[in-house]
């Protein structure tokens, strides 16, 4: 369905209680960057940019603010306008949360001044004060085009004469902008470079670059709507991303709240409140769980608390805690965040702190520096409970609750968490759980911290699966245990059907911390076990069959050249991981010198894979392909060291051997051998030829750094399934552009195709021609052509990349206490239902 028909849909059928009245404001909420510390102010005036934005762009709206501040004028004042949630708009049948807002600027803005407007898929590159301080001659707006004010600049005393309030509120865009560029002389030409959309993108000059193609905005805002694909250009917001995450940006603070944050602590000074009325029905609903708390209390050796909540709306003044947890706190101090602490308040850590009936009276914006509050006076654990009930109608409207998705606690969460890898934390929502006899939401993180992590590691009977995942075990750092999980019919109907009782030999519960598994079977024994636990067990995941995400918690680790849907949660590699260890190249470099002892250089290494269901090696191309390469071995005056595998075939290695005949030293691989001197020949080799149809052997030739050279198989058809899938890919990634000649967001045919991507239905082939693409693009090897060089080689990234990554989505903890800040991916979350 197309991204407009589902939007419409939605606001025609939306709920009222969707935007709740504490969330709607007369006027947009403003956020001021001031005069930096120690810098002389300037006497250009305040920098004024209205931003059009909405709940669901709540990344892209703090990136946004971040991307200003990396670029700004630290002698000058800016303020951003969000506007977002405004009252008296008509927003039934709007493409955006924001359509029409940007036709109210100049009623904001007083009639006077000039006013930027952007869109919150926007980052800025360079100083918006630059923009706003443009020559505007007699036009009343500049823009990159009459009709597209996505970045415009607004002379704000003009633009009142065009646009009334009324006209933002219940007009249509069209004829609005049309109203516009109807008079000549209204409109400017605007500078390209302040509206760099996506492909328009040129780094160093462009001011402001814009995520036009809303299906491949990196942040993701929509995940129901839509089948999000790769960005070209998407590594310059995730730059920004992780710049504001080492730094802990927030866009308010506790010094610094929102407006919103200041009319609701105004509002609780009202005593008569008529929360009260709501505590009746809610007492029991909102309570402590006890036995959860106890279990953690007992877990931490919790002897001092900090109790967090709004009395004014609670429906308990105190923390209620079981009697035998009671008994041995030692001290219980109270803070509410909306009073005025008193000066004698401590202000000490405490063991925990323990936080419900807050978090979801307060506003979006500040339950960022809320938490940070929280987790800094935590030495140990962070309990917090939201209730997400619907407030009763007598409730104050300014003190009503918020409801969010889980995605955004999550995100809000991890955030902050990344910061004080120490503490353990978790939130519980309750929502109308109760009610319906099911387990709350938990969402936590940190859990494996000042602990020993139990990981298992799956294998079965294919040793490569089986090396990947030990790869990836040791990546992580925590010490692990390999289960061998045989694939009898008995587990397989059991796995397949999803019958959780009854065990899966040898597995069976204490079920461990972090499953690692790779292949087929083992991730999908893996996924069963995470069912039968409950959900507690994180999975990190490997392969191209391994399945779509399916929990927060899934961690899945692909390579890009499978072209598998893109997903926070997953990690795309250039190569699979490689598993040989660098202790064991050490010992294979010095067998293999013996071996090569003597021989003359440059020493060539060929590794030879086989026949797959894409390509072909027969006999005559394994002769081929000996001739060719001895060819230019003498040709480099050098000596040639080949070695077949178990896919090459017995009569295709005899064909190589014949061809290469007393010219090279070839070893024909053989069941159940003990001297392959295939690690051997890798580590001692000057220059490595392999075929390009084995991504393990390529693997393992780009880790030592030498010149790689490529030798493609002939290619064979694919089978009607592998052909379907790869028709799938080329239909799911048209483009087709809309009028302004940017590409329109994804619907029809090509979003249906996605979707069947998405769920892994249909999976696409292996695309090797773009592996190799990618591999000679980045230097890491080259085709195999008309000679051989021992020059040149480059080692492919470390694993340590992948490895920090993977500790922060999984909460490892770190020796440093910022450690975990400097990851470009922040998740580090639970979430279970």
Request: hydrophobic letters at 40%; one cysteine or more; proline letters at 6%.
């Amino acid at each position: 369905m197309a991204f407009l028909t589902q939007r419409i849909l939605q606001s025609v059928f939306r709920r009222s209680a969707t935007i709740k009245a504490s969330q709607i404001r007369a006027e947009p909420a403003v956020v001021v960057l001031p005069v930096r510390d120690g810098v002389t102010p300037c006497d250009k005036p305040p920098v004024r940019i209205f931003l059009g934005t909405e709940t669901a762009q709540y990344k892209a709206e703090r990136i946004f603010i971040w991307s200003i501040e990396k670029v700004r004028d630290p002698s000058r004042v800016y303020e951003i306008h969000l506007m977002k949630h405004l009252l008296g708009f008509r927003s039934r049948f709007w493409l955006t949360g924001f359509t029409n807002y940007r036709f109210a600027i100049p009623h904001f803005a007083g009639k006077q001044g000039r006013a930027i407007y952007n869109d919150v898929d926007q980052i800025y590159l360079k100083d918006p004060a630059e923009l706003f301080d443009l020559e505007m001659g007699e036009h009343a707006y500049l823009a990159i085009d009459a009709g597209d004010i996505s970045v415009a600049l607004f002379d704000c005393e003009k633009m009142s004469r065009i646009w009334t309030l009324q006209d933002a509120q219940t007009g249509q865009k069209n004829p609005l902008l049309a109203r516009a560029s109807g008079v000549d002389g209204q409109w400017g030409k605007l500078d390209g470079r302040w509206n760099a959309r996506d492909r328009e993108y040129v780094a160093g000059e462009s001011g402001v670059l814009h995520y036009t193609s809303l299906h491949r905005q990196p942040w993701h805002p929509f995940p129901n709507l839509f089948v999000y694909q790769a960005n070209a250009v998407a590594g310059v917001w995730f730059d920004l991303e992780r710049s504001a995450n080492e730094a802990g940006y927030q866009v308010f603070s506790a010094g610094r709240p929102s407006q919103d944050f200041v009319e609701l602590c105004h509002s609780l000074q009202d005593t008569e409140v008529p929360a009260a009325q709501e505590r009746n029905d809610r007492t029991g609903t909102v309570v402590a769980r006890e036995a959860d708390l106890a279990r953690l209390f007992d877990e931490y050796r919790v002897r001092t608390v900090l109790d967090c909540r709004i009395p004014a709306v609670a429906a308990h003044s105190s923390l209620r805690l079981h009697e035998t947890v009671a008994a041995g706190i030692e001290r219980i101090d109270s803070l509410d965040p909306t009073q005025a602490a008193p000066a004698d308040a401590p202000s000490e850590r405490v063991d925990a702190v323990v936080c419900m009936e807050m978090l979801e009276y307060v506003p979006d914006e500040d339950v960022p520096w809320l938490l940070r509050e929280l987790f800094s006076r935590a030495r140990r654990l962070l309990y917090c409970e939201v209730d997400e009930t619907p407030s009763s109608p007598a409730s104050h409207s300014r003190v009503s609750r918020h409801r969010r998705t889980a995605a955004w606690w999550q995100y809000e969460f991890e955030l902050v968490a990344r910061h004080f890898p120490s503490v353990r934390w978790r939130l519980c929502v309750p929502g109308n759980a109760a009610a319906h006899g099911s387990d709350p939401l938990l969402i936590e993180g940190n859990e494996c911290n000042e602990r020993e992590a139990v990981v298992w590691v799956l294998a079965n009977q294919k040793p490569g699966h089986t090396s990947q995942a030990t790869a990836l075990a040791e990546i992580i750092g925590w010490p692990f245990q390999i289960m061998q999980v045989p694939q009898t019919l008995q587990a397989v109907v059991r796995v397949l059907l999803r019958i959780h009782s009854g065990e899966v030999a040898p597995l069976k519960a204490p079920w461990p911390n972090v499953i690692v598994a790779c292949g087929w079977w083992p991730t999908r024994v893996a996924r069963w076990i995470k069912a039968s636990s409950g959900g507690r067990v994180r999975l990190l995941l490997a392969g191209r069959k391994c399945g779509p995400v399916r929990s927060q918690t899934d961690i899945l680790v692909s390579c890009q050249h499978f072209h598998l849907p893109i997903h926070e949660r997953r990690i795309e590699t250039l190569l699979p991981v490689q598993p040989i260890a660098e202790s064991k190249m050490e010992v294979a470099r010095e067998r293999g010198e013996q071996l090569m002892q003597g021989a003359a250089k440059p020493r060539v290494a060929l590794l030879v894979g086989g026949s797959s269901k894409q390509h072909v090696l027969g006999v005559a191309d394994t002769t081929s392909l000996g001739r060719k390469v001895l060819r230019q071995v003498q040709a480099a005056g050098g000596s040639l060291f080949a070695v077949t595998s178990r896919r090459t075939g017995a009569d295709a290695g005899k064909a190589l051997q014949t061809a290469l005949q007393e010219h090279a030293q070839v070893h024909l691989w053989s069941r159940g051998e003990a001297e392959n001197p295939y690690l051997a020949y890798l580590a001692a080799a000057d220059i490595i030829v392999v075929t390009g149809e084995s991504e393990s052997m390529l693997t393992d030739a780009v880790a030592t750094g030498k010149p790689v050279y490529i030798y493609p198989l002939r290619q064979t058809y694919f089978s009607p399934w592998l052909a379907l899938g790869a028709k799938l890919v080329e239909w799911s990634e048209r483009t087709p552009k809309n009028r302004r000649g940017t590409e329109r967001p994804q619907q029809g045919f090509e979003y249906l195709c996605s979707r069947i991507l998405k769920h892994e239905w249909i999976l696409p082939p292996r695309d090797l021609d773009a592996l190799h693409r990618n591999l000679v693009e980045k230097g890491l090897a080259q085709m195999f052509g008309q000679s051989l060089s021992a020059d040149g080689g480059t080692r492919a990234p470390s694993k340590d990349d992948l490895g920090q990554r993977l500790r922060i989505m999984l909460a490892q903890p770190q020796d440093e206490p910022d450690a975990q800040s400097r990851g470009s991916f922040p998740h580090n979350a639970t979430i279970e239902a």
